[in-house]
């Protein structure tokens, strides 16, 4: 690997790690938001439903941006955007600020989100073998870090922009000094030299970043599989951020101090998971770890349903955490093999169902709780993860089925079947 891709993995790394500990900064002080600006609770979950329909806008938009602008350009400058609106959220003194800040953050990060991908698929497809995973593992271990500063944040009384104040003011000019040494697609490819997709020594090819290259467009019923697999693994995830707690605290009987426990162990096996599944990835394939880890995590909410008291439910959200982290990362890389030649296209439209999955999840299972029962509750999402079972092949080499638009075979995948990366 050449000095330019190293540099390109580690300043992209940095940005997935800036923008999970700004997620987690957000999403865990909530309550503090709402009682800083005195939302009532009918009004909090149109604010909440509002910041992923807009990132959902926002990787509409980048979609078509990133056919005149670099990806390596949006990502640059929405990341500050990102922070800075993170920083207004906690400042601002009214209603209308902070439906302002919400609505900007919203947008942005819906791409941040999909250019981050994007540089990841392609630089991925450089370097010859699977790394997709690391990327996501570190935007887990910010999400950790946020979620930790969140918690000082909360224990110490502090105002919500004395918390994120400093948390801006390292993350930004970092972002805007590593953003420098971003790959984007043709770079990458320039630099990439030679490479299997499994470390082999097989032609990589050229590295086909946008969807103005001249190459076929993207299928929508040959991306719907990793669509539907995009949403039900967020539908999975959002039940775990949303409901693992009251799960736990009433329908298990735990303490409120035990309740929180789940949430944070569901982060850090999330964090290990992704942390090794490179390996998995460049050994077994990708297909082959995508169902194992749907039926991981399948196992897992079947453990939550049937849990007789809290320790156990514990040990189902983790199973949950160690499955469903392989899906999102290999669903990104599965769209830039299937369509080479358009990934960006491909990856800003299945990054919109990244927001879809989380915006039924959690009304989902609070309805079917209600309606019916929360351990019944939990069986939904484990239908619906095992459904990726079905859609495993999609995660797999698919060359020139549909019309030329998809990878050609390569050498290191002779022989072994249709699981190589």
């Known amino acids: 690997m050449t000095e330019v891709l190293r540099r390109g993995r580690a300043s992209l790394a940095f940005s997935f790690f800036a923008q999970g500990a700004a997620f987690a900064l957000l999403v865990t002080r909530i309550p503090a938001i709402q009682n800083r600006y005195d939302v009532s609770d009918g009004l909090l979950p149109v604010f909440l439903a509002a910041v992923p329909v807009l990132a959902g806008v926002g990787s509409v938009t980048t979609e078509q941006l990133v056919k005149r602008i670099p990806p390596s350009v949006l990502l640059r400058w929405s990341q500050p955007v990102v922070l800075l609106a993170l920083l207004g959220v906690g400042a601002g003194r009214g209603m209308a600020q902070l439906g302002a800040a919400l609505a900007v953050f919203g947008l942005a990060v819906g791409a941040l989100d999909a250019s981050m991908n994007m540089l990841g698929v392609s630089l991925q497809r ?5 790394i997709m995973l690391s990327f996501h593992a570190v935007y887990s271990l910010g ?72 190459a076929p467009g993207v299928v929508f019923k040959v991306l719907l599989p990793l669509c539907l697999v995009m949403t039900f693994a967020y539908i999975g995830d959002s039940t775990v951020s949303n409901w693992s707690a009251k799960y736990l605290q009433d329908v298990l009987g735990s303490s409120e101090q035990l309740a929180t426990v789940p949430y944070n162990v569901y982060m850090v096996t999330t964090l290990a998971g992704r942390a090794i599944g490179d390996f998995g990835v460049r050994r077994f394939g990708a297909a082959a770890v995508v169902r194992l880890g749907a039926l991981v995590a399948a196992a897992g909410f079947a453990v939550v349903a049937f849990a007789p008291g809290a320790w156990v439910g514990m040990l189902g959200f983790t ?44 009304p989902l299972v609070g309805a079917l709780g209600d309606a019916w029962s929360y351990r019944g509750a939990m069986v939904v999402p484990m239908v619906l993860v095992l459904v990726t079972l079905v859609y495993a092949r999609s995660f797999a080499a698919q060359p020139d089925r549909y019309g030329g638009g998809h990878e050609r075979p390569r050498t290191a995948d002779v022989g072994r079947g249709s699981n190589g990366l």
């Open 126 to 130: 450089a370097y010859g073998r699977s």
């Open 319 to 362: 199973l949950v955490g160690l499955g469903l982290c392989v899906l999102v990362p290999q669903t990104f890389a599965a769209a830039g093999r299937l369509f080479p030649g358009a990934s960006d296209a491909a990856i800003a439209r299945l990054n919109i169902f990244n927001y879809v999955g989380f915006l039924i999840g959690s």
């Open 143 to 214: 999400g950790i870090v946020g979620a930790s500063l969140a918690w000082a944040g909360a224990h110490w009384h502090l105002a919500l922009w004395v918390s994120y104040l400093p948390v801006v003011a390292v993350l930004l000019p970092a972002a805007l000094v590593g953003s420098r040494w971003y790959v984007d697609g043709g770079s990458a490819a320039d630099g990439a030299g030679t490479g299997g997709v499994d470390g082999g020594s097989a032609d990589a090819g050229p590295v086909d970043g946008g969807a103005g290259s001249g």
